[in-house]
């Protein structure tokens, strides 16, 4: 009996001692600088969307591209991706890149802000990167967007084209984040059409395009005439109902969202313009600062017209000429600091009251 | 806004909801009613909106233009229908079981297509399709007051899907072939000893079930979402195996059961733009056709009563 328990102890400690030198393994070759003798690597870990998403994933990772083939690295070793196909995918992927002692680890989307942050915390050494949210820890950089600045300007485009003064925003889930694009948004409007209406509804999904198209029939059929969607894979649908509704003779558009969606709208044409976030500009960034020694370790980087962060995208053959001067205008302003574009509830109602 | 008017708005939304949850739930229904339990709906229709996206696509650029969505379903009806095999051949000749291959199936369904898709194209999602299915006005009958919220800016595929449930009604009650079809998913020994196949009875049910899976989920890709993604085909599946225990395995039942599903989604969603509703804290309305599915099945409809000898595979000269 006493016999077996002393074995039993000597077994935990041998165990225990093996662990531990392995531990120690670890530490001695983070210390010999193994990015020195490999190169710079840089990994991203995408949320459930996946890398070719047509949305953020994808434009991260066409950063991440441009940025490895600038400095000869190699896909797979100097730089690569890991998909996500389910939330709890995240932190196992954050640690594999952590493990891989990559120089620096992107997470992409606000999803993974809580993973991120306990990983970050597991490997102290560690630069890693967040897209779309702020995490507050020593080894984070955090990489957000003025979204609310690139909604303004899409504002103003469809404050000026709509026939019937009723204008809607399609949100996916009601967030913060979300949120900076419906203000933008409204202030946008209401700067150049303070007559119109703003309809607004969340779908608290961004993955169901039968909603997006439910929430856009409704919108529709209430002689909205213009919506901007701010809601991934939900807003397919609001596309879906706009062709439909442009075949049969209405006159709808749809204003797409992070990148040209000039595509979604054939072949009926029903994207007016979209707002263009920049992830690939931001990441590409915020690599080679990296690269260079300047990792934004602990701070908050923020991208916004003036950094070209946010735009209104390329495709704008559908918006009249006296339009887009108006935007050229506005985007002037708020790059000279002259608007201050709200981001939040608060903010708008404050916006608003200024300008009666 | 008026009474009326919320009607036009809601009823052709319920309806295009619907459609593919009426399909999937008839597959179900077949599938169940000879013995087999179908828990590989959500696969198939995995199967059936990646078929009929990649045939779209394929199809159009072949030039078939407007024809080619409705062409696309009728090879996911065939690719649905071979996919079911993965569930027959185990579960009836191996006696599997058929809660776990179900399972299986739908994990296999997921992660084929997408691997698929990427060997294809390159990518993880499809192109949207050029040529789909369009909500259409009905002529003449979109024009009359009050009856036009059935008729005007609805998919036909929604009218396709409420005659294939009365089709399928017919089948299953007044042919002979549905009188063996219930029989051996009732008491497969009697139905034997009447000189009736088993096997292939189960055979027949579980590539009709198939069929319509294929068939339901190219409906729902080739309508509403336009391209093919893993998110595509979230959960519909289970929603129609819901409809098809609320309808009681009747083939009427799942459908009244369906388009009770799409009136509440159709409420739950666009309930925030309507007069009234619009008072009512969004989350009331979104968990809203989830409490009023558990109500119904807890209080109106009763028991239900699934075909007797269901996921018990028949093992002949066995008591």
């Known amino acids: 009996m006493k016999k077996k328990s002393l074995l039993a102890l000597a077994a935990t400690g041998l165990a225990m001692s093996s662990v531990l030198a392995a531990c ?23 949320d459930t969307g996946g890398v070719d998403d047509k949305s953020f994933n994808q434009s991260a990772w066409e950063g991440i591209q441009k940025f490895g083939k600038d400095n000869d690295l190699k896909e797979g070793t100097g730089y690569k991706y890991l998909q996500s196909a389910k939330q709890s995918d995240y ?11 990559y120089d620096l680890i992107l997470g992409i989307g606000f999803l993974m802000a809580e993973d991120i942050g306990k990983v970050a915390d597991q490997f102290k050494d560690k630069n890693f990167a967040l897209v779309d949210m702020v995490v507050d820890k020593p080894n ?7 979204e609310n600045e690139g909604s303004f300007l899409v504002g103003v485009v469809a404050g000026l084209t709509t026939k019937t003064d009723k204008v809607g925003f399609v949100g996916g889930v009601n967030s913060d984040l979300i949120k900076k694009f419906e203000s933008g948004f409204k202030a946008g409007v209401m700067a150049v059409n303070p007559d119109a209406k703003v309809e607004v509804q969340y779908a608290e999904d961004f993955n169901a395009a039968e909603k997006g198209q439910a929430i856009a029939s409704g919108m529709y059929g209430k002689k909205v005439d213009v919506i901007y969607h701010a809601a991934g894979g939900t807003g397919q649908g609001v596309f879906t109902e706009a062709k439909n509704r442009k075949k049969n003779g209405e006159d709808v558009w749809v204003i797409g969202v992070d990148r040209d969606q000039v595509e979604e709208g054939m072949p009926e044409n029903v994207t007016l313009t979209s707002m263009v976030k920049r992830v690939d500009t931001a990441v590409e960034q915020v690599a080679k600062d990296t690269k260079d020694g300047n990792f934004p370790a602990g701070k908050v980087v923020e991208f916004g017209l003036k950094d070209g962060g946010v735009d209104i995208a390329p495709s704008q053959d559908n918006v009249a000429k006296d339009v887009l001067t108006k935007v050229e205008d506005y985007k002037k302003q708020i790059i000279d600091g002259k608007i201050t574009v709200p981001a939040t509830d608060d903010e708008y109602k404050e916006y608003e009251a200024s300008l009666k | 806004m008026g009474f009326l008017e919320v009607l036009y708005i809601v009823v052709p939304i319920a309806l295009a909801y619907s459609a593919p949850l009426i399909i999937a739930a008839l597959g179900g229904i077949f599938s169940e009613r000879s013995g087999v339990v179908n828990i590989a709906l959500e ?6 909106a990646f078929t009929g996206i990649v045939s779209a696509l394929t199809l159009s650029k072949m030039g078939l233009g407007a024809a080619s969505p409705w062409v696309a379903m009728l090879v996911a009806i065939v690719v649905g229908a071979i996919f079911s095999l993965f569930l027959a051949v185990p579960a009836i000749l191996f006696r599997a079981d058929q809660t776990v291959l179900g399972v299986a199936i ?9 691997f698929l898709v990427r060997a294809f194209y390159g990518k993880g999602q499809t192109d949207s399709i050029p040529n789909r299915i369009s909500k259409e006005n009905v002529p003449f009958l979109s024009d009359i007051p009050v009856l036009k919220m059935f008729f005007a800016n609805v998919y036909y595929t929604s009218y396709i899907a409420i005659i294939l449930a009365f089709v399928a009604w017919f089948v299953v009650f007044k042919t002979p072939f549905g009188l063996r079809l219930r029989s051996v998913g009732e008491h497969p020994m009697a139905a034997d000893t009447m000189g009736i196949n088993v096997t292939k009875m189960r055979f027949i049910g579980v590539m009709i079930s198939g069929g319509f899976g294929g068939l339901a989920g190219a409906v729902y890709a080739t309508s509403i979402s336009l391209n093919f993604s893993v998110t595509t085909i979230l959960g519909q599946g289970f929603l ?4 098809m225990i609320f309808g009681k395995w009747n083939p009427l039942g799942a459908m009244a059961a369906a388009l009770f599903f799409g009136f509440a989604q159709a409420i739950s969603i666009i309930g925030q733009q309507l007069p009234l509703l619009d008072q009512i804290p969004q989350v009331y309305l979104l968990i809203a056709p989830y409490v009023l599915t558990i109500l119904a099945l807890a209080g109106v409809v009763g028991r239900a009563d699934a075909p007797k000898a269901v996921g018990v595979p028949y093992i002949k000269g066995k008591r």
Do not use: C, H, Y
């Open chain 1, 24 to 46: 120690g393994s670890n530490d001695d070759s983070k210390d010999s600088g193994s990015s020195e003798k490999d190169g710079f690597k840089v990994g991203m870990v995408t």
């Open chain 1, 91 to 101: 932190q196992p992927n954050l640690q594999q890149l952590a493990r891989a002692k």
């Open chain 1, 140 to 146: 984070v950089a955090s990489i957000v967007f003025k």
């Open chain 2, 43 to 48: 696969g198939l229709m995995v199967m059936g």
């Open chain 2, 106 to 114: 739908n994990m296999l369904a997921v992660g084929l297509a997408i």
């Open chain 2, 240 to 243: 129609a195996i819901a409809a």
